[in-house]
């Protein structure tokens, strides 16, 4: 038999349980995720952001709370969603994109903001210099805009005879398709090609994009660094197959599926690196004291097969230069 005394004193333990669950999860900090894409196609990224995260001590769900809010594709509601992670008492945003991250910004001058972006930060207004960011920002720049002049170099390198090169580009990432056309215009009066823009905000619109290529005989595809397009990845490349147009595209994963050549830096390791930012920050760091990490490896890589498909000879100064060349 239990005593009466001994048996409140359980029930009240039994009750404080509960409670005290509540009281711990309740402590846990709170990190915002801004996107401008869709949660399920980023998939793999969010993941990495994740692992970030879990490499420096924090694990989702046990000791960090992650707020998700998602964009999918309608840009105009970036500054709004941003405002909602706000009213969530977050410690630090985390915002993947030149637009998310401008909206993060502009929602608030003093909770922490960790971006990776593919512009110049400094040019986007987001931190005062890399070395000394100041304010409540830092991050990762991961290239993928300023790359542009290079890629249309190694395209041009890869198909010598090409003229006309069209450029796909998201117009409703206005931060980057409007930096990409500009320098694949310039980088395009400097070698003498013509360049064709075909834009594209869905899937549908990347066939009728397609569509235009096609009747303009267009000689070449230049696609723009965006989430959405790698996202959509299988599409462009079976799309380019089909119609037998050379493309090069922003990262690896194209060329692993069958696209014709990448150039660019791991949009992979750049979230990763924003979630070990991330936890640094969640550990007492300020931004003001993170300079800006700016990504130094950049891969080249070939699909040989699609090439030989294409009936394109690749010079053996490409194949020297690759950091891959799938067979």
Do not use: C
């Not at 977050?90 to 993060?104: M, Q, R």
């Amino acid at each position: 038999m239990i005593k009466r005394r001994e048996f409140i004193t359980l029930l009240s333990g039994a009750a404080a349980w509960p409670l005290a669950a509540r009281a711990q999860q309740a402590a846990m900090p709170v990190v915002g995720y801004l996107s401008a894409h869709l949660p399920g196609p980023s998939a793999p990224l969010t993941g990495a952001f994740r692992q970030g995260l879990k490499d420096s001590g924090y694990v989702e769900g046990e000791n960090v709370t992650i707020i998700y809010r998602w964009a999918e594709g309608q840009w105009d509601r970036l500054p709004a969603l941003a405002t909602e992670l706000l009213h969530q008492r977050v410690a630090v945003i985390a915002a993947f994109g030149n637009s998310p991250a401008v909206a993060a910004k502009a929602a608030t001058t003093t909770i922490p903001i960790v971006f990776s972006v593919g512009d110049d930060p400094v040019r986007l207004g987001l931190v005062a210099s890399l070395a000394q960011p100041g304010g409540n920002l830092t991050g990762i720049n991961n290239f993928a805009t300023e790359l542009a002049a290079k890629r249309l170099e190694l395209l041009r390198e890869m198909v010598p005879a090409a003229t006309r090169v069209a450029v796909l580009v998201s117009p409703s990432n206005a931060a980057t398709s409007e930096s990409t056309v500009r320098d694949t215009a310039a980088g395009a009066r400097a070698m003498g090609l013509q360049v064709q823009v075909l834009n594209a905000d869905t899937s549908r619109e990347i066939d009728v994009a397609f569509t235009t290529l096609a009747r303009e005989r267009s000689d070449a595809l230049f696609v723009d660094p965006n989430p959405f397009f790698l996202s959509r990845r299988v599409q462009l490349v079976n799309l380019a197959s089909h119609l037998a147009v050379p493309a090069i595209y922003f990262d690896r994963a194209f060329a692993e599926i069958g696209g014709l050549m990448s150039y660019g830096t791991s949009l992979t390791d750049a979230y990763r690196q924003v979630g070990v930012y991330t936890a640094r920050i969640l550990k007492g760091t300020k931004p003001a004291d993170l300079p800006v990490v700016q990504s130094s490896k950049f891969e080249l890589v070939i699909n040989h097969q699609t090439a030989r498909m294409l009936g394109l000879t690749v010079p053996p100064t490409l194949i020297a230069a690759a950091d891959e060349v799938i067979e």
